[in-house]
């Protein structure tokens, strides 16, 4: 985030979390974020697979050999993921959740 010089609405507006996510961040009090917050913050900064693996390993989580998790890497790896809306879009083809929701925070 310092490198692309984001601040804390630049950061909102990219990766669909809110903007105190970005504070916790840089203050270092985050502690076991979601995978699916690691997701929204890779998406956003346009992380390379190898990068987001190794946040989500730092994190304590790792990809569980299930239906959700499966869709999660199959659209990461086989989609043209530019934004967070674009993975929901390609979640919700899949019709994995029959609730309906998004699995990642989008303000769209």
Same mark, same amino acid.
Request: with cysteine; glycine share 6%.
């Given at each position: 985030?310092?490198?692309?010089?984001?601040? %804390?609405?630049?950061?909102?507006? &990219?990766?669909? !979390?809110?903007?105190?996510?970005? #504070?916790?961040?840089?203050? +270092?009090?985050?502690?076991?974020?979601?995978?699916?917050?690691i997701?929204?913050?890779?998406?956003?900064?346009?992380?390379?697979?190898?990068?987001?693996?190794?946040?989500?390993?730092? %994190?304590g989580?790792?990809?569980? &050999?299930?239906? !959700?998790?499966?869709?999660?890497? #199959?659209?990461l790896?086989? +989609?043209?993921?530019?934004?967070?809306?674009?993975?929901?879009?390609?979640?919700?083809?899949?019709?994995?959740?029959?609730?309906?929701?998004?699995?990642?925070?989008?303000?769209?």
């Amino acid at each position: 985030m310092e490198r692309k010089g984001w601040d %804390a609405h630049k950061f909102a507006k &990219n990766t669909c !979390l809110e903007p105190n996510n970005y #504070y916790r961040i840089t203050r +270092g009090e985050t502690e076991n974020p979601s995978i699916e917050t690691i997701l929204n913050i890779s998406i956003g900064l346009g992380l390379p697979t190898r990068t987001r693996d190794e946040l989500i390993s730092l %994190a304590g989580r790792s990809w569980q &050999n299930s239906q !959700l998790h499966c869709a999660y890497r #199959y659209i990461l790896e086989n +989609g043209n993921i530019q934004s967070v809306a674009d993975f929901n879009a390609a979640f919700a083809l899949l019709e994995i959740d029959a609730s309906g929701k998004s699995p990642l925070k989008d303000d769209t």
